[in-house]
């Protein structure tokens, strides 16, 4: 089983599968029902957003005033590029070139990093000025009693988000070890292919959530 | 073809013994029964809470429960009910069971994500229990905001539970519409599949795509409670009908993520004991696939009397209507199947039938509801609570009763006993009907539902309905009581008792591990009955 170019074992299809292809569509398939899944849950925080700023325009612009665009520019460029090298990974992988894999992997993981240092600055500074959701909110020199509400929203997708990110960093560590046991191919790349999809949802609710919060207003 | 004692020949029941071996099975068969013994046991549960609460308004005044007690009872039953028996029911017991091998699989698409369900199930459940100590929960199943944001334990426990019950749901669904997708036996084309599996498809859509929206609107609940987020709570400037509009854009098609699968229970078992291929095959599967795309732009009809504009309210109130469309399609089909078919009024059948009629008067009633100016009178009165009862016990749990029947030897390998069983299934009937009709009359009248203490004149409706909660639980437990003594008999059940055409029927019962000795060929429909005669 051991190629003489790497030294890894190929892969084993399931017990229950017929043929790889086989393995290879139903993952795939799973992957991109379980995306939608994720699409509904975070489309209607969407919504709740919308309806927040149809019913609180003034709140709404008070508090994305106070969001750093530049900030959120800087997360975009993270994310973007971290999507672009995680593409990269799944070439690598269909073309079989095991460090590859995992040098665009360790790039990735990077710049998720770089995006979770910002996004702890933000908050940090959020902690600093008060501007918390809710019961915990003590904001100084704002004009519409509802700002509160703005952060809640803020702070409720950000943090959803944030879980995606350090989930998706799991997962690419997870797809990081296969590499060392299991040798990719044309036929196999399956775990390289998921987390990358599951990231292309992370960059995707982030495309949309860095106008609403950062940029509307 | 050389013949070789695998095994994966032995049935799945004999294959390995012990608890520890059925605890970490990635088998879906054994997943299915754990399943089903669950439900049924949380069924039990759930019905006992309405049956303390039914003795309870044998008159206006206090028989032996508080009004605080009672508002826990009803709640604790619809929590249970929906999120333990019916929502999970039909799809995670009978469908786990049945669908791989229907189409001729060897398992589902992910083994190890289905027993994940299975335990997200069990620890979902325990949770529910464990809020029934933590306080005293009596929000109704509904969890309206701003009362379940005054941060009771108990009811945020609820919530966990409901959420981790949701993510449950979500990878059953997932895990079957894969298994359609990826798993078919050669020459299992999509319209050669069962209608249940139609029906379990269009389950799985709904469950996949409205399942996540009930997560967030709980995730928010719980965020509103621990840190007054203020997105629900108006005291915030929040707005609680956001949060009602989050909550039915799930439970609405959760509804039909109930009731769908009984269609699917209605159509194989309808077929096989009148031995005739469905009428309109196409049309059954398809409307079970409209009613899951209908189903997510109806929600706003449970939000008439909340405050909509009265432009939104028309606009529910016309789709609404629209679901009947493919709903009597299903309706007229089955009837036209049973029209000069030689019908066999066996247990399952019997359960069908009760089906039919049942399902008839919970969908045209749900047709008066969807009238505004009549479901301002009827809102929030036992009219409504007849009507979803009609649906969610009268067909769903009907049919997954039927369903239990007609598929317990395939799943046990023992045959029960069949006059006990067709009484049991009149027993059923008379009570269920009993229980419920009287409820649409007082409801007409105005009588409103979740009220501890009732005007005179509607005791003696109570009381009807209380006597046919007596029948019902008699019925039911005698049909219980039935298939657990079929443990006991001893001649092992035929392969196909019933002469259905299924793929199921045409392996053991029970069936081998990997369900098919060898993986079968299909050369035709579900329900090829008429080949056969001529």
């Given at each position: 089983m051991a190629t003489a170019s790497t030294g890894l074992p190929e892969h084993h299809v399931a017990h229950h599968f017929d043929s790889a292809d086989q393995e290879f569509d139903s993952v795939k398939t799973g992957m991109w029902l379980f995306l939608a899944s994720e699409i509904m849950m975070f489309g209607a925080l969407f919504v709740g957003a919308l309806v927040f700023m149809t019913l609180h325009p003034a709140a709404f612009r008070e508090g994305a005033h106070h969001l750093d665009w530049r900030m959120g520019a800087i997360n975009t460029f993270f994310l973007l590029t971290s999507g672009l090298t995680m593409g990269l990974a799944v070439i690598a992988a269909q073309a079989g070139q095991q460090s590859k894999v995992r040098a665009n992997i360790i790039l990735s993981l990077v710049l998720a990093s770089g995006f979770l240092v910002v996004k702890t600055i933000e908050y940090s500074l959020k902690i600093h000025h008060g501007t918390l959701p809710g019961r915990l909110w003590h904001g100084e020199g704002f004009h519409d009693p509802f700002v509160h509400v703005f952060y809640g929203f803020y702070f409720v997708m950000t943090g959803l988000h944030g879980l995606h990110v350090l989930i998706g960093m799991g997962l690419m560590i997870f797809a990081l070890i296969r590499s060392t046991k299991v040798r990719f191919n044309r036929g196999y790349f399956t775990p390289v292919e998921m987390v990358a999809l599951y990231w292309a949802l992370v960059d995707l609710v982030w495309v949309f959530l860095f106008p609403l919060l950062y940029l509307i207003g | 073809m050389i013949a070789h004692v695998h095994h994966e020949n032995i049935n799945y029941l004999k294959a390995s013994k012990g608890l520890k071996n059925w605890l970490v099975t990635v088998d879906h068969k054994r997943i299915g029964m754990m399943y089903l013994a669950s439900i049924l046991c949380f069924f039990i549960a759930g019905g006992t809470f309405a049956g303390l609460f039914r003795f309870e308004l044998w008159s206006p005044l206090k028989e032996f429960l508080t009004p605080d007690q009672y508002n826990q009872f009803f709640t604790l039953h619809g929590v249970i009910m929906v999120?333990?028996?019916?929502?999970?029911?039909i799809p995670a017991a009978l469908g786990n069971f049945i669908l791989p091998i229907q189409i001729g699989a060897?398992?589902?698409?992910f083994p190890k994500l289905n027993l994940t369900s299975l335990y997200l199930y069990w620890i979902g459940a325990a949770i529910a229990l464990y809020s029934i100590v933590a306080g005293h929960a009596d929000q109704g199943w509904t969890m309206y905001a701003p009362y379940s944001l005054s941060r009771n334990p108990a009811v945020l426990w609820m919530m966990i539970a409901a959420f981790i019950l949701g993510f449950s749901s979500i990878l059953t669904g997932l895990n079957f519409i894969v298994t359609m997708h990826n798993m078919r036996a050669p020459g299992m084309t999509w319209y050669r599949m069962p209608l249940f599996l139609w029906a379990m498809y269009a389950t799985g859509i709904m469950q996949i795509f409205a399942t996540p929206v009930l997560a967030i609107t709980l995730l928010l609940l719980l965020m509103e409670n621990f840190f007054g987020i203020g997105i629900f709570d108006p005291a915030l400037g929040g707005d609680p009908l956001l949060m009602q509009h989050f909550f039915w854009f799930y439970s609405h098609p959760a509804v039909y993520i109930i009731v769908v699968p009984g269609f699917g229970i209605a159509s194989e078992v309808i077929a096989c004991f009148s031995k005739k291929?469905?009428?309109g095959y196409r049309f059954v599967a398809y409307s079970s696939v409209a009613i899951a795309i209908i189903g997510f732009v109806v929600w706003g009809h449970h939000m008439f009397?909340?405050?909509?504009?009265e432009l939104a309210d028309s606009i529910f109130s016309f789709l609404t209507f629209f679901t009947a469309v493919p709903s009597a399609i299903k309706v007229f089909n089955w009837t036209a199947t049973l029209y000069k078919g030689s019908i066999e009024l066996r247990t399952p059948m019997l359960y069908a039938l009760q089906f039919l009629f049942n399902f008839t008067i919970g969908g045209l009633t749900g047709i008066i509801l969807a009238i505004l100016s009549v479901d301002i009178h009827l809102h929030d009165t036992y009219f409504v609570v007849s009507h979803f009862h009609y649906v969610a016990m009268g067909s769903t749990m009907i049919a997954f009763i039927a369903g239990i029947h007609y598929w317990w030897p395939k799943m046990t390998g023992k045959m029960y006993n069949e006059t006990v069983g067709q009484i049991a299934a009149i027993l059923v009937f008379i009570g269920f009907n009993v229980t419920f009709f009287v409820q649409l009359i007082m409801g007409s009248q105005?009588?409103?539902?979740?009220?501890?203490h009732y005007m005179d004149q509607f005791q003696i409706h109570h009381q009807i309905s209380t006597i046919g909660f007596v029948i019902l639980a008699s019925g039911l437990f005698l049909a219980l009581g039935n298939l657990i003594a079929s443990f006991f008999n001893k001649s092992v059940a035929p392969a196909n008792p019933w002469g259905a055409?299924?793929?199921?029927?045409?392996?053991?019962s029970p069936p081998p591990l990997y369900n098919f000795k060898e993986t079968p060929v299909v050369t035709h429909g579900p329900y090829a009955f008429e080949t056969e005669k001529a």
């Amino acid at each position: 089983m051991a190629t003489a170019s790497t030294g890894l074992p190929e892969h084993h299809v399931a017990h229950h599968f017929d043929s790889a292809d086989q393995e290879f569509d139903s993952v795939k398939t799973g992957m991109w029902l379980f995306l939608a899944s994720e699409i509904m849950m975070f489309g209607a925080l969407f919504v709740g957003a919308l309806v927040f700023m149809t019913l609180h325009p003034a709140a709404f612009r008070e508090g994305a005033h106070h969001l750093d665009w530049r900030m959120g520019a800087i997360n975009t460029f993270f994310l973007l590029t971290s999507g672009l090298t995680m593409g990269l990974a799944v070439i690598a992988a269909q073309a079989g070139q095991q460090s590859k894999v995992r040098a665009n992997i360790i790039l990735s993981l990077v710049l998720a990093s770089g995006f979770l240092v910002v996004k702890t600055i933000e908050y940090s500074l959020k902690i600093h000025h008060g501007t918390l959701p809710g019961r915990l909110w003590h904001g100084e020199g704002f004009h519409d009693p509802f700002v509160h509400v703005f952060y809640g929203f803020y702070f409720v997708m950000t943090g959803l988000h944030g879980l995606h990110v350090l989930i998706g960093m799991g997962l690419m560590i997870f797809a990081l070890i296969r590499s060392t046991k299991v040798r990719f191919n044309r036929g196999y790349f399956t775990p390289v292919e998921m987390v990358a999809l599951y990231w292309a949802l992370v960059d995707l609710v982030w495309v949309f959530l860095f106008p609403l919060l950062y940029l509307i207003g | 073809m050389i013949a070789h004692v695998h095994h994966e020949n032995i049935n799945y029941l004999k294959a390995s013994k012990g608890l520890k071996n059925w605890l970490v099975t990635v088998d879906h068969k054994r997943i299915g029964m754990m399943y089903l013994a669950s439900i049924l046991c949380f069924f039990i549960a759930g019905g006992t809470f309405a049956g303390l609460f039914r003795f309870e308004l044998w008159s206006p005044l206090k028989e032996f429960l508080t009004p605080d007690q009672y508002n826990q009872f009803f709640t604790l039953h619809g929590v249970i009910m929906v999120f333990l028996v019916v929502v999970p029911g039909i799809p995670a017991a009978l469908g786990n069971f049945i669908l791989p091998i229907q189409i001729g699989a060897k398992d589902l698409a992910f083994p190890k994500l289905n027993l994940t369900s299975l335990y997200l199930y069990w620890i979902g459940a325990a949770i529910a229990l464990y809020s029934i100590v933590a306080g005293h929960a009596d929000q109704g199943w509904t969890m309206y905001a701003p009362y379940s944001l005054s941060r009771n334990p108990a009811v945020l426990w609820m919530m966990i539970a409901a959420f981790i019950l949701g993510f449950s749901s979500i990878l059953t669904g997932l895990n079957f519409i894969v298994t359609m997708h990826n798993m078919r036996a050669p020459g299992m084309t999509w319209y050669r599949m069962p209608l249940f599996l139609w029906a379990m498809y269009a389950t799985g859509i709904m469950q996949i795509f409205a399942t996540p929206v009930l997560a967030i609107t709980l995730l928010l609940l719980l965020m509103e409670n621990f840190f007054g987020i203020g997105i629900f709570d108006p005291a915030l400037g929040g707005d609680p009908l956001l949060m009602q509009h989050f909550f039915w854009f799930y439970s609405h098609p959760a509804v039909y993520i109930i009731v769908v699968p009984g269609f699917g229970i209605a159509s194989e078992v309808i077929a096989c004991f009148s031995k005739k291929d469905i009428f309109g095959y196409r049309f059954v599967a398809y409307s079970s696939v409209a009613i899951a795309i209908i189903g997510f732009v109806v929600w706003g009809h449970h939000m008439f009397v909340a405050g909509q504009s009265e432009l939104a309210d028309s606009i529910f109130s016309f789709l609404t209507f629209f679901t009947a469309v493919p709903s009597a399609i299903k309706v007229f089909n089955w009837t036209a199947t049973l029209y000069k078919g030689s019908i066999e009024l066996r247990t399952p059948m019997l359960y069908a039938l009760q089906f039919l009629f049942n399902f008839t008067i919970g969908g045209l009633t749900g047709i008066i509801l969807a009238i505004l100016s009549v479901d301002i009178h009827l809102h929030d009165t036992y009219f409504v609570v007849s009507h979803f009862h009609y649906v969610a016990m009268g067909s769903t749990m009907i049919a997954f009763i039927a369903g239990i029947h007609y598929w317990w030897p395939k799943m046990t390998g023992k045959m029960y006993n069949e006059t006990v069983g067709q009484i049991a299934a009149i027993l059923v009937f008379i009570g269920f009907n009993v229980t419920f009709f009287v409820q649409l009359i007082m409801g007409s009248q105005g009588s409103p539902r979740r009220y501890y203490h009732y005007m005179d004149q509607f005791q003696i409706h109570h009381q009807i309905s209380t006597i046919g909660f007596v029948i019902l639980a008699s019925g039911l437990f005698l049909a219980l009581g039935n298939l657990i003594a079929s443990f006991f008999n001893k001649s092992v059940a035929p392969a196909n008792p019933w002469g259905a055409k299924t793929l199921e029927w045409q392996t053991d019962s029970p069936p081998p591990l990997y369900n098919f000795k060898e993986t079968p060929v299909v050369t035709h429909g579900p329900y090829a009955f008429e080949t056969e005669k001529a």
